[in-house]
């Protein structure tokens, strides 16, 4: 399978233990590949190296044998450590250029991006796919910029050839806003991973697509 085929798919899902009712991220992971979800993003900061690094190791194998694009969030070491499909990085992480000399050309990038000068530059420097976002509020992050909006939505989905993803702030009711101005792939944190039933409101999530 291809870098494209990877990532070709309607939902992108996040780790976010704190938001997950008490769920651990293993359990998490596994109701999302059984509703169907093809790329997950593992995104804990705050955790210590070797509980990541285990976490990781069973994520991995889970993913694997689902057939799941894994995607580890800025620790490329990580992702090299447990095979990860690829990471993800953000604008003041390491030049992309250098994450691509340690990880390879088989390996996924993916870059956040606010602007349409920050969409074409990674194009440029060999982004795989670029995130695209904060569309609304977001406080899943405690890092975040302000929201972008629909408009940059807009202009990605119009003017860039490699895939992308939107995220920030979308939600069961405002997904059809992003979607119908062209975004193909969507990501939800705390909707998905807060849900009660995450097989159920994936599946209500997608009838709105």
């Given amino acids: 399978m291809n870098k ?3 990532l070709t798919t309607d939902l992108y899902g996040i780790t976010a233990e704190k938001f997950s009712l008490g769920r651990s991220n293993i359990e998490v992971v ?16 705050e ?35 447990i095979d990860a ?7 003041e992480d390491l030049p992309l250029e250098e994450v691509r000399k340690l990880l390879g050309e088989d390996k996924i990038i993916g870059l956040s991006t606010h602007s349409p000068q920050e969409a074409e ?32 939505l807009e202009y990605v989905a119009q003017n860039i050839e490699i895939p992308f993803v939107a995220i920030g702030g979308i939600k069961e009711h405002n997904v059809e806003q992003v979607w119908d101005l062209g975004a193909r792939c969507v990501c939800m944190v705390t909707e998905i991973v807060g849900a009660e039933d995450i097989r159920a409101k994936i599946a209500s999530i997608r009838s709105r697509l």
């Avoid at 070797?50 to 689902?66: N, V």
């Avoid at 499909?85 to 604008?91: A, E, M, R």
């Avoid at 569309?135 to 890092?143: L, R, V």
């Fill in 121 to 152: 530059y990674a194009v440029k420097r060999g982004a795989d796919y670029i995130g695209v976002g904060p569309i609304f509020k977001t406080y899943t992050k405690e890092d975040v910029c302000d929201p972008v909006g629909l408009e940059y």
């Fill in 30 to 45: 596994e109701e999302m590949i059984a509703a169907g979800v093809k790329i997950i993003q593992y995104r804990e900061k």
């Fill in 47 to 81: 955790k210590k190296m070797l509980y990541k690094y285990e976490e990781c190791q069973r994520l991995r194998e889970l993913t694997k044998e689902a057939g799941v694009t894994f995607i580890i969030n800025d620790d490329i070491h990580l992702a090299l450590v």
């Fill in 85 to 91: 499909d690829g990471v993800h990085i953000g604008q």
């Fill in 4 to 6: 494209i085929d990877k």
